[in-house]
Structure formats: structure tokens, C-alpha cells
T-cell receptor, first 113, second 111 residues
Framework: DAGITQSPRYKITETGRQVTLMCHQTWSHSYMFWYRQDLGHGLRLIYYSAAADITDKGEVPDGYVVSRSKTENFPLTLESATRSQTSVYFC????????????FGDGTRLSIL | GENVEQHPSTLSVQEGDSAVIKCTYSDSASNYFPWYKQELGKGPQLIIDIRSNVGEKKDQRIAVTLNKTAKHFSLHITETQPEDSAVYFCAASKAGTALIFGKGTTLSVSS
């Protein structure tokens, strides 16, 4: 089925560990996005990608790394997890950076102890 | 940069009543305004969007209105049903900028 899939759905890890969240889309959308959702803050953009090998920072990029070697995949890595990165992470894809609908995955709930 | 404020943060209505959620934006150049519905444990899903060349758009029980002069746009849900219970987010953007989201409204529809 066409769509956007995130894995894992839930993850618990410890401070200082590296963790990678996966995102896969089957629409062949050129743009992909990573957001974090926290109470009181809504959705905040971490990083986005316009195409394979093209990525750029969003509003809250510190502590995160992304890559995009294939159009359909956009992994997000926390190189050394901190408690402040406990959040729900959403991946989205779209045909454009702005002024176009974005399609979201069902999220990864990440807890850092 | 753009700032989007959304009100109210929570809204409780009886089944069959109407619900209205309002968002204001700061950048007069913003021209795209989507609304998303997020059910528990799911990602946000686009339910309707409007562009600045249109004042109102309807899709069955859902409508969005845009007032460019006042820089606000609203989501109207008529004949609410329990399955409308969710968190609703508004957002705004213009060419070359990322979507900026409001902080969300939790709608509860009681039967």
C-alpha cells in the first residue's frame, strides 16, 4: 500500500546512546520532513530534505543528524541522546517544501531515560 | 518569521452541535493554510486546506474561512459526531518557507 511508514513505533533508550528513527515513503515525493511533537509546542520542524543527498535544517536541528541516500528513505539519528529529546517524532512527505499538503506517518514515541 | 496562534486549546461540544476553531497568523504574505486532524496514536492527517485567493472552502461537514485583512482563518465543523473527537492543528506558509503549525485544539464531542 502507498504511504509513509515509521519504525520503530516505540523506543526506550538511555542518555548518551545513539538511536536512529526510520522513515520510508512509497509516493516518490521529493520532499521529506522530520518533526517533533511536544506538549505546549505543537509540531516543530527538525530537518527536511528536497531530494536525495539534499538536506537542510529546520527550527530545532541541534542534536540530530539526517541523511537521504535514497528518495524513499529519510532516517533521523540522535547521535548522543539527551532527556530533552524525549518526544514523539513524525516524518512527513510532500511534493513541495511549502504550500503543498504534507502526508504524515504515525510517529515514533521515543523515551530517553 | 511567521507565528500562528490557535484558539481555543480545548473545546467540548455536544453531538450535533457546531465547532469552530480559529487561527491567527502574523505574516501577511502567507498564502497557504491547511488543517490537520490527529487521532490518538496516529499522525496528523490533512482534512482541508485553503489558499489566499479563496475566501471559503467546504467539504461536507467541514469548512474553512479565510480573512486576509484580519489575518485569521477558521475551521468550522457542523453536525459534530463522536468520531470528530481529535486534536486539530492549523498551519500557515508562503512560498519558500516551511509550514508553521499552531499548538493544536483538543476537540471532544460527547454523545
Amino acid at each position: 500500500d502507498a504511504g509513509i511508514t515509521q519504525s520503530p513505533r516505540y523506543k526506550i533508550t538511555e542518555t548518551g546512546r545513539q538511536v536512529t528513527l526510520m522513515c520510508h515513503q512509497t509516493w516518490s515525493h521529493s520532499y521529506m520532513f522530520w518533526y517533533r511533537q511536544d506538549l505546549g509546542h505543537g509540531l516543530r520542524l527538525i530537518y527536511y530534505s528536497a531530494a536525495a543527498d539534499i538536506t537542510d535544517k529546520g527550527e530545532v536541528p541541534d542534536g540530530y543528524v539526517v541523511s537521504r541516500s535514497k528518495t524513499e528513505n529519510f532516517p533521523l539519528t540522535l547521535e548522543s541522546a539527551t532527556r530533552s529529546q524525549t518526544s514523539v517524532y513524525f516524518c512527513a512527505s510532500s511534493t513541495g517544501y511549502s504550500n503543498q499538503p504534507q502526508h504524515f506517518g504515525d510517529g515514533t514515541r521515543l523515551s530517553i531515560l | 518569521g511567521e507565528n500562528v496562534e490557535q484558539h481555543p486549546s480545548t473545546l467540548s461540544v455536544q453531538e450535533g452541535d457546531s465547532a469552530v476553531i480559529k487561527c491567527t497568523y502574523s505574516d501577511s504574505a502567507s498564502n497557504y493554510f491547511p488543517w490537520y486532524k490527529q487521532e490518538l496514536g496516529k499522525g496528523p492527517q490533512l482534512i482541508i486546506d485553503i489558499r489566499s485567493n479563496v475566501g471559503e472552502k467546504k467539504d461536507q461537514r467541514i469548512a474553512v474561512t479565510l480573512n486576509k485583512t484580519a489575518k485569521h482563518f477558521s475551521l468550522h465543523i457542523t453536525e459534530t459526531q463522536p468520531e470528530d473527537s481529535a486534536v486539530y492543528f492549523c498551519a500557515a506558509s508562503k512560498a519558500g518557507t516551511a509550514l508553521i503549525f499552531g499548538k493544536g485544539t483538543t476537540l471532544s464531542v460527547s454523545s
